[in-house]
C-alpha cells in the first residue's frame, strides 16, 4: 500500500504518485475485464444453436459460467489474505480468479433474475464513481452528486406524473429499502406520535398483493408490527390485486378496532410480472385515508416509454413509488429510488436532526422560501416531531436526513449518466427491445406442444412462465417439480441459466429477458430445453 509523507532516510518529503499507481492498476484490469465483455460478444452469436461455446476451464464452462458446488470453488479459489503484501500481482490472479469463476451477466444466456449486464456507459459511471468515493450524506463533502441525485430523482417523478412544487425523491439502497423507508414515512407523517412514544395500543396493519413482494413481511417484522400485520389481498387470474377485496379487508380489520395505515400496490410482480390496477386501488386508499405505494421496483421503468406507460396509469396519485434501474433498465447495482408526491413529508417522516453532523441549514446565502428558491423537500412541519426544535422552511441539502442510513453511495449518478448517454427514448427503445423478446418468446412456447405456457401472451412484463412436457394426474407435482429443477440445472453446461417459482402443479420455468437479448438468444433457449429434456429422459 503507497504512504506518503517524509523519507527517514532522506529527510525529503515523498512523491505523492497515487494517480500514476491508478494508472498501472486500472490498465491491467481493464486488459481482463474487456476481453470478459468481449467473449460474451463473440458467444452471442451462437445462443441460436441453443449452446454456447465451449471453453477450456476446471470442469463444464462456456463464456456465462465455469459452475461449481461451494467446497470446491472454495478450493479453486483459495482466498488467502497475507500478512505481507503481494502487490500488483497478487491483486490481478485474484481479479482473474474472479472473472473466471463468476456469472458473466454479459451473456445473452443470463436469463435468470430481474437484472442483467449493465451498459458500456453503465460500467463507464460506476468507475466515475467509485473515483469520488464520497459518502452522499452532507452537502458539504458531496456537493455535485447531491445536486445530481435531486435533479434526477425530480425528472423520475415528473416522469410518474408527480409534477407538484414538492415533488422529488431520494436514492435508497435497494427495491427492499425502498419500500421499508415508504412504510416508516407513511406511519410517522400520519402517526406523528410513533416517532417519539411508539405504538401504543394501536395494532397497525399492512395490506399487499398476494403476489407481493416478502420485503413487505420482512420490513412488518422489522419495525415490531409483526408478520401477521400485513394482509395479502387476493389476486385475479392475472395475478393483479382485487380492488374490491382489498375494500372489504380494510373495513373488516377497522370493525376489529385495528388500525390500517398503508396499501402497497406492485408495478411488475416478481414471478407473473403483472401490474395492479392503480386507479382503482387508488381510490380504495382514499376513501379510507390510507397511504398508498407503489412498489415499482421491477416494473415500473416502463414510464420511459410512451409505448409502454400506460401500464403505470394511476402512479400519479401515489404518495410513494420504488423503483429500481439496476433491473430493467440496465443501471450498474444498485441503483434506488423513492419518489414522492410531497418531500415535505419524507422528510417530517425521517428528520432525526443531528448538530454533529447536518449543517446544510445552518448557511446564511440560502434566499427564503418565499424569494423563490425551489422547495422540493422543504419541511415546514418537523415541529411535530421535534417541537424543542426552531425550523426556517430552508430546502434540504444533507440529503441523508431523508433516509434511514447514513452512509450513502451516489447511486443517482448512474442513472444521470446513462440518461444524458441514451436519452429518454434511447432508454424506452431499450426497454421496449426486452418486452418484444419476451413476447417472442412467449409465441415460441404456446407453438410448441412440448411446453405448457404460465404467462400471459404476450407477457405483462419482462419475464415468460412455463412448464415443459408438463404432467397431470396423482403426483404430477412432483415429477413436473423434478424436471424444471433437472432441465435448469442441465441448461448451465449448455450457457443458459433461468430460474423458476413454484406453482399449484409443481415448479415452473421463469426466464427474465433484457434489453439486450436477441430474437436468436430465446429461439436457442427453446431449443437448449428440448435437447436437456431429450438427454435427460424427464
Known amino acids: 500500500m503507497s504512504t506518503n509523507g517524509t523519507s527517514p532516510a532522506a529527510g525529503k518529503p515523498k512523491p505523492v504518485q497515487r494517480a500514476d499507481e491508478a494508472d498501472d492498476l486500472l490498465t491491467s484490469i481493464k486488459a481482463l475485464v474487456i476481453p470478459f465483455i468481449r467473449a460474451a460478444d463473440e458467444d452471442a452469436a451462437t445462443k441460436a444453436s441453443g449452446h454456447g461455446l465451449q471453453q477450456p476451464g476446471q470442469g463444464p464452462r462456456t ?25 500488483k500481482a497478487g491483486a490481478l490472479e485474484m481479479a482473474q480468479d474472479v472473472l473466471r469463476y463468476s456469472v458473466n451477466t454479459w451473456d445473452q444466456g443470463f436469463l435468470d433474475k430481474l437484472y442483467a449486464a449493465t451498459t458500456p456507459i453503465g460500467l463507464a459511471a460506476d468507475l466515475l464513481l467509485s473515483s469520488l468515493n464520497t459518502n452522499l450524506h452532507v452537502y458539504q463533502v458531496s456537493p455535485a452528486l447531491t445536486v ?10 415528473k416522469l410518474f406524473g408527480l409534477t407538484g412544487p414538492y415533488a422529488g425523491g431520494v436514492s435508497q439502497p435497494g427495491g427492499s429499502a425502498a419500500n421499508q423507508s415508504s412504510i416508516v414515512i407513511a406511519r410517522n407523517v400520519m402517526f406523528p406520535e410513533t416517532k417519539s412514544e411508539g405504538y401504543g395500543g394501536k395494532k397497525f396493519v399492512l395490506f399487499t398483493s398476494a403476489h407481493g413482494h416478502y420485503s413487505l413481511e420482512k420490513a412488518a417484522q422489522m419495525f415490531g408490527f409483526g408478520s401477521s400485520a400485513v394482509r395479502s389481498v387476493p389476486v385475479d387470474v392475472k395475478g393483479c390485486m382485487r380492488p374490491e377485496a382489498l375494500d372489504e379487508m380494510i373495513a373488516v380489520a377497522k370493525r376489529e378496532g385495528e388500525t390500517p395505515f398503508y396499501v402497497n400496490a406492485t408495478a411488475g410482480t416478481t414471478v407473473l410480472g403483472s401490474y395492479d390496477p392503480l386507479e382503482a386501488i387508488s381510490d380504495v386508499c382514499k376513501k379510507h385515508g390510507l397511504w398508498l405505494h407503489v412498489d415499482g421496483s421491477w416494473g415500473s421503468p416502463v414510464v420511459f ?62 434566499a427564503p422560501a418565499s424569494n423563490g428558491v425551489d422547495q422540493s423537500a422543504v419541511n415546514s412541519e418537523a415541529p411535530d416531531a421535534h417541537p424543542n426544535q426552531q425550523h426556517d422552511f430552508k430546502e434540504v441539502w444533507d440529503l441523508a436526513d431523508l433516509t434511514p442510513q447514513c452512509g450513502r453511495r451516489g447511486d443517482s449518478l448512474k442513472l444521470a449518466l446513462p440518461w444524458i448517454y441514451y436519452g429518454t427514448q434511447g432508454i424506452g427503445a431499450y426497454i421496449e427491445n426486452g418486452f418484444d423478446a419476451a413476447a417472442h418468446l412467449a409465441d415460441l412456447i404456446a407453438r410448441n406442444p412440448e411446453f405448457t405456457l404460465v404467462s400471459e ?49 409443481g415448479r415452473f420455468f421463469r426466464v427474465v429477458v433484457n434489453g439486450q437479448t436477441t430474437r436468436g438468444t430465446v429461439e436457442g433457449l427453446v431449443k437448449a430445453v428440448e435437447e436437456a429434456g431429450e438427454s435427460l429422459k424427464v
Open 63 to 87: 463464456v456465462l459460467v465455469e459452475h461449481h458446488p461451494p467446497k470446491k470453488l472454495r478450493q479453486l479459489l483459495d482466498v488467502n489474505l497475507p500478512t505481507q503484501g503481494q502487490g
Open 148 to 157: 445530481i441525485e435531486k435533479e434526477t430523482a425530480k425528472a423520475l417523478a
Open 305 to 366: 416509454s410512451e409505448k409502454l406507460r400506460y401500464k403505470v396509469q394511476g402512479t400519479e396519485r401515489a404518495d410513494s413509488i420504488a423503483l429500481c434501474p439496476h433491473k430493467m433498465i440496465g443501471i450498474p447495482t444498485t441503483c434506488s429510488f423513492l419518489l414522492g408526491k410531497d418531500m415535505r413529508k419524507f422528510h417530517k417522516g425521517m428528520t432525526l436532526p443531528a448538530g454533529y453532523l447536518f449543517h446544510a441549514n445552518d448557511d446564511d446565502d440560502e
Open 457 to 505: 401472451n404476450p407477457p405483462p412484463c419482462l419475464q415468460v412462465c412455463f412448464y415443459f412436457q408438463k404432467q397431470a394426474g396423482e403426483g404430477c407435482t412432483e415429477r413436473n417439480s423434478k424436471t424444471t429443477e433437472e432441465v435448469t440445472k442441465a441448461l448451465i453446461p449448455k450457457g443458459f441459466m433461468t430460474d423458476y417459482a413454484p406453482g399449484e402443479d
